[in-house]
């Protein structure tokens, strides 16, 4: 059974810092990840996905896969108090469904 | 475009109710999942549908029955709930073929009373 582990938090970092939010998973065949983040109340919303080993960058978004370690990371520059959300991360499952992990809250102080 | 519509968005139903979610895509994509998320879980999975063919079920229990009229369209049939069915149920599509990004609808905030 996949798992993929989050430290749930709540990492609060002030406005214009760097977050950084890590992820580790046990399949060593897993080969997608991605990030979702979940308002309060809302549904999750795909913010990065990463296929390669290295750094994948999106604007203020940096995903980061290390298959070697099976730790993927994203990170998030200039941090602003929108950004205050539940990050979640993914693998695929063997049905093409996502296994998520349980979540990691992220609180931007202005 | 990436949406994916639900409706209703909220719902509110007795134990001897019967209701159907409905969720719709438009973006071609060939696979279709409900999800069920309780306060501060993740998404759990229920049902798959890939290419308009029901590919798992991950053991959820018989009062609630999926449906895929077409390869736009996914239902989820609610009979006889619990108050324990109580969760926000999301439908996510991909599209399929080894490509896995999945795309959420806003979701169906479900009360059972």
């Known amino acids: 059974q996949k798992e993929v582990e989050q430290n749930s938090g709540p990492l609060s970092v002030p406005e214009g810092a760097i977050a950084s939010l890590n992820c580790t998973y046990s399949d060593r065949g897993s080969q997608s990840f991605f990030w979702y983040r979940q308002y309060s109340g809302k549904s999750p919303e795909l913010i990065m996905f990463?296929?390669?080993?290295g750094d994948k960058e999106d604007g203020r978004f940096t995903a980061q896969l290390n298959k070697a370690s099976q730790y993927v990371s994203l990170l998030i520059r200039d941090s602003q108090p929108s950004d205050s959300a539940t990050y979640l991360c993914?693998?695929?499952?063997?049905?093409?469904?996502?296994?998520f992990g349980k979540g990691t809250k992220l609180s931007v102080k202005p | 475009d990436t949406e994916v519509t639900q409706t209703p968005k909220h719902l509110v139903m007795g134990m001897t109710n019967k209701k159907s979610l409905k969720c719709e895509q438009h973006?071609?994509?060939?696979?279709m999942y409900w999800y069920k998320q309780k306060a501060k879980k993740p998404p759990e999975l229920m049902f798959v549908y890939s290419y308009e063919k029901l590919s798992i079920n991950e053991s959820v229990p018989s009062r609630f029955s999926p449906e895929c009229p077409n390869s736009s369209l996914l239902n989820l049939h609610l009979h006889a709930l619990q108050p324990e069915d109580s969760a926000l149920y999301l439908c996510a599509s991909s599209q399929g073929g080894g490509i896995y990004e999945q795309y959420f609808g806003p979701g169906t905030r479900l009360t059972v009373t």
């Open positions: 990463i296929y390669s080993n």
């Open positions: 993914a693998c695929v499952g063997s049905q093409g469904n996502l296994i």
């Open positions: 973006m071609g994509h060939r696979a």
